[in-house]
């Protein structure tokens, strides 16, 4: 198979699409088209929205939006642990918890519905356990 596939992409993408097309038999050519950079009045924003101090949740869609909100609250003393931290996908659930922090749900879809469905059933976006319960007499 000779697939020709081109692939528009930003300059934080990773090899993991592009090599499972590969594998699959696509001749792939992956192009930067957008530069993810964090909002301008990012700061400004959460001065403003923090301020409100009854925040329960941060609902994250992307890596760079979690890296970008903790390097706001490490340079301004803001403790993260004090919300609960949902992740809109495995990639976003593996950007907060590789910052130290406690993942509160995982959305499996980027949607409204998947979103909602968590904050309004958390047994819904928690992980499977993956060993054995142990009980301790």
Request: proline share 7%; net charge negative; glycine share 6%.
């Amino acid at each position: 198979l000779n697939l020709p596939l081109l692939l528009p992409c930003g300059n934080l993408r990773t090899d993991l699409l592009l090599s499972k097309l590969v594998e699959n038999g696509f001749q792939v050519d992956a192009c930067e088209v957008y530069e993810t950079v964090c909002h301008p009045a990012l700061a400004e924003n959460m001065e403003r929205a923090l301020k409100a101090d009854n925040i329960e949740y941060f609902a994250f869609f992307s890596p760079s939006g979690v890296n970008w909100v903790h390097e706001y609250c490490k340079a301004h003393n803001v403790s993260m642990d004090k919300w609960k931290l949902v992740a809109i996908g495995p990639s976003t659930r593996l950007a907060i918890e590789e910052r130290g922090l406690h993942v509160f749900q995982t959305a499996e879809r980027p949607s409204v519905e998947y979103l909602i469905k968590v904050l309004l059933n958390p047994s819904v976006g928690r992980p499977k356990p993956t060993g054995e319960i142990k009980v301790e007499d």
